[in-house]
Structures are given as structure tokens and as C-alpha cells.
């Protein structure tokens, strides 16, 4: 008689088996899920970010026993270069280097130019922005080494179009759309790819607490928040899932996507589309 471990798929038979990814900014939101999509498919996961330590070492375990697969924590402030490094040499130490990277932590900081601080714009560009230039700069000798990479950069649809009093995220998340095309172009004949997901709203806890603090500061219900604040300029009225940030990703980490390389790709329900 079967049992149910005869009838698991065999770990090989995994299409990410032997493949590493690391995912910044991976203790929550689009970032775990990502985390999570590339763990199914078999990969050895290697988790950033910020949170309680005993919850992100819960998370780091889950992974593990749910997916068969290993999975590491580095906990490194992205905003620094220095730990950058540090980061990207435990993955290789520990995890044998990446072979699929994906630059996903970012923050948000709202005002108009005139008063923006410049320590937040200091601090959006260089979490947004400088630290995928840092992991890919350090990540690319191996990918080359190895002959396979794949680099998914989380942008944004603001990283296509802008709104007002966002300056430091919008052209953070230009930037990285840049970034990701000039290195599409000059990887191009090594089988690594580089591409941006632009998602537009995305439900995560951190959109759950923004719907709550609209629905208060403008005395309105919270479906007229979803509908006509948060998913105004996005037409279908309706989030994305992480889950389908992560099925994007592991798609484009799949040989189907071979082609695919210094693309812009909205997930943003039409919003782009204006
Ligand atoms: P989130 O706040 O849930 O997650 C952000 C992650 O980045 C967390 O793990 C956090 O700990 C980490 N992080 C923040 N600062 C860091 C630092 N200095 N060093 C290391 N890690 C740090 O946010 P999210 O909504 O999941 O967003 C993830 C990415 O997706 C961001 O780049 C964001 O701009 C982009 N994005 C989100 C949405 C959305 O609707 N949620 C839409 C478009 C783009």
C-alpha cells in the first residue's frame, strides 16, 4: 500500500533542486511569500530582514519542515554596504553562494520634495536601491562561475509611472528598473537574467495596517478605503496576493524564462495600462 511519503515528489524531481535563492527583506510580506514560492519548488532558501528574532527563527524553521528544504537567516541592515557583504559571504559560506537573487526589501516614506527629510531619501535609496547594486555586483562572479543566475528585482508600478509624495520611492524604484536593463544587457550571453516585477498594491500586513489608519483618519468603511484611497489608480479594485508576486518569480527562475531578461513586468491589475 501507498503511503503518503511514497507519494510526496521525490526531492530531485523538484525544478529548483541544487538552486539557492536568497530574498531580501524576507521576514514579511511579498518578500516571505517569494521565500516560500522557491522552497516549494525545492530551493535552499536563505531569509533577511527585520522582526522579533524568535519569530523570524519560527518562520526559518517552518520553511525548512514544510518544504524538505534548507533554509538560512542573515540579518543584515541592507542600508549598509558593509553588512551587505557580510551577508552575501554567509550565503556563499553557507548556503554555496546564489544562484537566484532577489532584491525585495524596501521602505516608504511619504511628503512632498520641499519637506521631504533628507535622511529618508538617504535611507530609500539606499535600501531600495544601492543595496541590490551591492548584492548583485557580488553575487554575479558566481552566477558567472556556474553558468546559471537569475536576478528578480522588486520594483514597483511606481518604478513606471509616479504619484505625488513619493519621491524617494519613485526614483528608487526607477533606478532599479534601469539598473535591472543595463544588467540584462551586459549578462546577456551567460544564462542570467535579470528582470523587475512592478506589482501595484499588494495585500501584506503592512497594506491590512494601512487600510485601518485611512478608514480612521478619513471616518470612512474600510471597503470604501480599498476601493476608492488605496486601489484608486489600480482598475481591477482588487490586491494582488504575495502569492502571486511568488509564482512570477519562480517562473522567471525556471528555464521557460530563458528569454525573458531586462523586462519590466507590472503585476499591477491594469494600472500602468492608463
Ligand atoms: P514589508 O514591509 O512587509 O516587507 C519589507 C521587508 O524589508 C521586511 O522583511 C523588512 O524587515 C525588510 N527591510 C526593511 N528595511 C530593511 C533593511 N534596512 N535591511 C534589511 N531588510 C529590511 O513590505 P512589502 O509590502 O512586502 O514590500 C516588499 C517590496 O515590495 C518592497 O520593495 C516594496 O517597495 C515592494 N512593493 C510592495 C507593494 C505592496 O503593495 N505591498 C507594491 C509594490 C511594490
Known amino acids: 500500500m501507498l503511503t503518503t511519503a511514497d507519494m510526496k515528489p521525490s526531492k530531485m524531481m523538484r525544478p529548483l533542486h541544487g538552486r539557492t535563492a536568497l530574498v531580501t527583506g524576507s521576514t514579511s510580506g511579498i518578500g516571505l511569500g517569494v521565500a516560500e514560492a522557491f522552497a516549494a519548488q525545492g530551493a535552499t532558501v536563505v531569509l533577511n530582514g ?4 524568535m519569530q523570524i527563527e519560527d518562520t526559518r524553521q517552518k520553511l525548512e519542515q514544510s518544504h524538505d528544504v534548507a533554509a538560512f537567516y542573515h540579518g543584515a541592515d541592507l542600508s549598509k554596504s558593509a553588512a551587505v557583504g557580510e551577508m552575501m559571504a554567509y550565503a556563499q559560506a553557507e548556503a554555496g553562494g546564489v544562484d537566484i537573487l532577489v532584491n525585495n526589501a524596501g521602505i516608504q516614506h511619504v511628503a512632498p520634495v520641499d519637506e521631504f527629510p533628507p535622511e529618508k531619501w538617504d535611507a530609500i535609496l539606499a535600501i531600495n536601491l ?3 547594486f551591492h548584492t548583485i555586483r557580488l553575487a554575479l562572479p558566481g552566477m558567472k562561475k556556474r553558468g546559471y543566475g537569475r536576478i528578480i ?3 514597483s508600478a511606481h518604478g513606471l509611472v509616479a ?3 513619493k519621491s524617494a520611492y519613485v526614483a528608487a524604484k526607477h533606478g532599479i528598473v534601469g539598473l535591472t536593463k543595463t544588467l540584462a544587457l551586459e549578462v546577456a550571453q551567460t544564462n542570467i537574467t535579470a528582470n523587475a516585477i512592478c506589482p501595484g498594491y499588494v495585500y501584506t500586513p503592512l497594506v491590512e495596517k494601512q487600510i485601518a489608519d485611512q478608514a480612521k483618519a478619513h471616518n ?4 470604501q478605503v480599498i476601493s476608492d484611497v488605496l486601489l484608486k489608480a489600480q ?3 482588487r490586491f494582488a496576493q504575495v502569492s502571486e508576486i511568488g509564482a512570477l518569480a519562480v517562473f522567471l527562475a525556471s ?3 530563458a528569454s525573458i531578461t531586462g523586462a519590466a513586468l507590472p503585476v499591477d491589475g491594469g494600472w500602468t495600462a492608463h
Open 50 to 53: 527585520f522582526g522579533d528574532r
Open 130 to 132: 544601492s543595496s541590490a
Open 153 to 155: 528585482n522588486v520594483a
Open 163 to 165: 504619484s505625488p509624495f
Open 220 to 223: 470612512i468603511p474600510r471597503e
Open 235 to 237: 482598475p481591477n479594485k
Open 255 to 257: 528555464e521557460a524564462a
